[in-house]
């Protein structure tokens, strides 16, 4: 069991950057699928990206790639978001999440169901 906890949300205008940090307590998440997902009201939480750290498959959502990058730390156990171009479409509340089964690239790194440990999530507002 892991327990997950994010830090690094606040505001910033359109084309700025953020890095959230997801800080992991419990448990090494040296072999583990990590991922970013992110929600805003009324709509489903999505999946940003992911990583299986095993054999190091990332996945990235399309309104994401090319701008935001996944990172960990195993010496920390801590996993970042590097968010940059931020836009206004970004705002949403991000979450960390895990898991330690060995078949999330089949079962989906960026599907909500693959994970069973989650962060309380932090708040990245965009303004234009």
């Known amino acids: 069991q892991v327990q997950l906890v994010e830090s690094g949300g606040g505001s910033v205008q359109s084309g700025g950057s953020l890095r959230l940090s997801c800080a992991a307590s419990?448990?090494?998440?040296?072999?583990?699928?990590l991922g970013w997902f992110r929600q805003v009201p009324g709509k489903e939480r999505e999946g940003v990206t992911a990583?299986?750290?095993?054999?190091?498959?990332?996945a990235y959502g399309d309104s994401v790639r090319g701008r935001f990058t996944i990172s960990q730390d195993n010496a920390k156990n801590v996993l970042y978001l590097q968010m940059n171009s931020l836009k206004p479409e970004d705002t949403a509340v991000y979450y960390c999440a895990a898991d330690q089964r060995e078949d999330c690239v089949y079962a989906g790194l960026l599907r909500e169901k693959t994970y069973n440990y989650w962060g309380q999530g932090t708040q990245v507002t965009v303004s234009s």
């Open positions: 419990g448990n090494t998440i040296r072999s583990y699928c």
């Open positions: 990583t299986y750290t095993v054999d190091e498959r990332t």
